[in-house]
């Protein structure tokens, strides 16, 4: 069992940044690819950026490639999501998720996570 807990959201100007972290309790996040999905009001969740159990790979949705970077310490058992040039369509509650899957384009796909974390706010003002 693994227990996932975001943190970091808040209000932002647009352009501005924000960092976003996600600390796991229960099992070292070793062995778990990890995912970050965002829901807004009214839409369904998406997928917005995951990286594999080594780190070694990224995948990130079309509408955040280039200004979000993903990225994981092991050691402290903590995966984050770097958010910069946000926009107001990136207002939304942000949840981090983890996966027994070793890699691969099925992390952008939520039915392929067993964990979920219980959301932040990001809330990005025009």
């Known amino acids: 069992q693994v227990q996932l807990v975001e943190s970091g959201g808040g209000l932002v100007q647009a352009g501005g940044s924000l960092r976003l972290s996600c600390v796991a309790s229960?099992?070292?996040?070793?062995?778990?690819?990890m995912g970050w999905f965002r829901q807004a009001p009214g839409k369904e969740r998406e997928f917005v950026a995951a990286?594999?159990?080594?780190?070694?790979?990224?995948y990130y949705a079309d509408s955040v490639k280039g200004r979000f970077t993903i990225s994981r310490d092991n050691a402290k058992n903590t995966v984050y999501l770097q958010m910069n040039s946000l926009k107001p369509e990136d207002t939304a509650v942000y949840y981090c998720?983890?996966?027994?899957?070793?890699?691969?384009?099925?992390?952008?796909?939520?039915?392929?996570?067993?964990?979920w974390g219980q959301g932040t706010q990001v809330t990005v003002s025009s």
């Open positions: 229960g099992r070292t996040l070793r062995v778990y690819s």
């Open positions: 998720a983890a996966s027994g899957l070793i890699g691969g384009s099925p992390l952008t796909r939520e039915l392929s996570y067993d964990y």
């Open positions: 990286i594999s159990w080594s780190g070694s790979s990224t």
